[in-house]
């Protein structure tokens, strides 16, 4: 089975600034999660979506991320305005529910700010 | 509240020789536990996780973890390292389906295996 696809692989932007971030999950998986992996930390939750609903974003900084999952499958992350702290990589995972099944990733956005 | 100690920021060991990758949790009732593997430049592959039954969980690439109540630990095991082990460990412990909370997993800092030839 294909894997959960992720784009741009790297992205470099200036604080201030806008981006955005892409991810597919694996077809089936009703559940998508977004994760902030710092360098030299394990990853954090940002926020989780069970098929099109957002069931828990209660560590994204919502005064500057945004996330959707329109129709249930693909979503984006959006960062407006980037802060330098912001750089990491971002992961997407899924998994074909929040119970014990194990989450699958993708290889994520490497995103610097300069 | 939950959480996941790595109390090991790197761990060395000599190709052919048993690794042992310790993780210890804090979790209200019965834990699920997993283990992942991160590549360079790579997303987290899962290896293994223990819900429930034997105490000793076998995963992928002949890795295993021992579940240890008492001592609230899940140490990944392997009889025999190889070279291409080398990478980082990642040790999760899934929240559980209360509180608000969604399931959903707090991962430890990491611990980096280098096996040497």
């Known amino acids: 089975e294909a894997g959960v696809a992720q784009s741009p692989r790297y992205k470099i932007i200036e604080k201030r600034q806008s981006v955005a971030f892409w991810c597919n999950p694996i077809s089936g998986h009703a559940t998508l999660y977004w994760y902030q992996q710092i360098l030299g930390q394990g990853p954090k939750l940002l926020i989780q979506f069970q098929n099109n609903g957002v069931v828990d974003d209660s560590q994204l900084p919502k005064d500057r991320f945004s996330a959707e999952r329109l129709k249930g499958v693909d979503s984006t992350l959006k960062i407006q305005p980037a802060k330098l702290e912001d750089s990491a990589v971002y992961l997407c995972?899924?998994?074909?529910?929040?119970?014990?099944?194990?989450?699958?990733f993708g290889d994520g956005t490497r995103l610097s700010i300069l | 509240a939950q959480s996941v100690a790595q109390p090991e920021d790197q761990v060395n060991v000599a190709e052919g020789n048993p690794l042992t990758v310790k993780c210890t949790y804090s979790v209200s009732g019965n834990p699920y536990l997993f283990w992942y593997v991160q590549y360079p430049n790579r997303g987290l592959q899962f290896l293994l996780k223990y819900i429930t039954g034997d105490n000793l969980v076998k995963g992928s690439y002949g890795f295993e973890a021992e579940f240890n109540k008492s001592q609230t630990s899940f140490h990944l095991k392997k009889p025999s390292a190889l070279v291409s082990d080398s990478a980082l460990y990642f040790c999760a412990v899934r929240r559980p389906f209360y509180g608000g909370s969604q399931g959903n997993l707090i991962f430890g800092k990491g611990t980096k295996l280098s096996v040497k030839p």
């Open positions: 995972a899924s998994s074909l529910d929040a119970g014990g099944q194990p989450q699958h």
